[in-house]
């Protein structure tokens, strides 16, 4: 189960060639696309696609935010908020439109900028690809 694989803080312990690579992945498109470590929600949204991996894609994600919460001992909506937040954040300095080109999708415009299910949806969906193709 994954969250034997995680300490108290959320972060991965030393083990799983997979998730380790999932990790280090996942954490370097959220740094290209400006949701940096800093902000909360980047552990959040890092907890919530590697459950992603595990569940089915079309659960709710509200789900998902109930098992990241109990990860971080959290609420679920102070999880949500901590994730609309950080792409909120990554949005206003500009850094977000880099997922366009990086996922060669149009997520992101001038005045949207994408809700946090479709970028966790998005996030997970890219990194199975990466998974299986490593």
């Known amino acids: 189960m994954m969250e034997d694989l995680m300490n108290k803080?959320?972060?991965?312990?030393?083990g799983?060639?997979?998730h380790r690579r999932a990790v280090v992945w996942l954490k370097g498109a959220l740094n290209l696309i400006g949701i940096f470590p800093?902000?909360?929600?980047?552990?959040?949204i890092v907890n919530a696609v590697l459950l992603g991996l595990e569940e089915s894609p079309y659960d709710k994600q509200q789900k998902i935010y109930e098992k990241v919460a109990k990860l971080h001992e959290r609420?679920?909506?102070?999880v949500g908020r901590n994730v609309r937040n950080a792409i909120r954040y990554a949005h206003n300095t500009g850094n977000l439109h880099k997922a366009n080109e990086l996922f060669?999708?149009?997520?992101?415009?001038?005045?949207n900028y994408p809700t946090a299910?479709?970028?966790i949806l998005l996030l997970t969906q890219h990194l199975r690809?990466?998974?299986e193709g490593c």
């Open 38 to 44: 800093d902000k909360s929600g980047h552990f959040h």
């Open 117 to 119: 299910t479709s970028l």
């Open 16 to 18: 799983d060639e997979e």
């Open 9 to 14: 803080h959320g972060e991965w312990k030393v």
């Open 104 to 111: 060669n999708t149009v997520l992101v415009d001038d005045d």
């Open 75 to 78: 609420t679920q909506e102070s």
């Open 129 to 131: 690809m990466h998974l």
